[in-house]
């Protein structure tokens, strides 16, 4: 009984964090300040992988070393401003259909706050 116990403890546990780590996967569109960005989400276990596409900055980047675990994401993405490239690090979680982001300092400019929202398909 006690093994039996265990083990189901044990599956529970993996299908929360199964579940948490497909419910990020498609589009998702958000805004920091003037710009809209669209993020493309893809997970594999707690590997998470995809692109990001900022309107001020057109053409999509690819997202490096990016983790889900449960609802918390990390990513990074590496952008050539000013014939510099520059890392800007990503934190978030997923609440349902909304993603809250907080963007790493860029350039002097100051931690950025983001919401995006689930594009739904039709």
């Known amino acids: 009984?006690?093994?039996?116990?265990?083990?189901?403890?044990a599956?529970?546990?993996?299908?929360?964090?199964?579940?948490?780590a497909a419910g990020i996967d498609g589009t998702w569109v958000g805004t920091a300040g003037q710009s809209e960005i669209t993020f493309e989400f893809k997970a594999d276990g707690e590997k998470l992988t995809g692109t990001l596409n900022n309107?001020?900055?057109?053409?999509?980047?690819e997202i490096k070393d990016g983790k889900i675990k449960g609802d918390d994401i990390s990513f990074h993405v590496v952008r050539t401003l000013n014939q510099a490239e520059t890392k800007v690090e990503w934190t978030g979680k997923v609440v349902g259909?909304?993603?809250?982001?907080?963007?790493?300092a860029v350039s002097g400019n100051a931690l950025a706050e983001?919401?995006?929202?689930?594009?739904?398909?039709?």
């Open 114 to 122: 983001v919401v995006a929202k689930r594009v739904k398909k039709e």
């Open 1 to 9: 009984m006690k093994r039996l116990s265990s083990t189901f403890l």
């Open 11 to 20: 599956l529970s546990a993996l299908l929360a964090i199964s579940a948490s």
């Open 97 to 104: 259909d909304e993603l809250k982001l907080q963007r790493g």
């Open 55 to 61: 309107a001020a900055q057109p053409g999509a980047t």
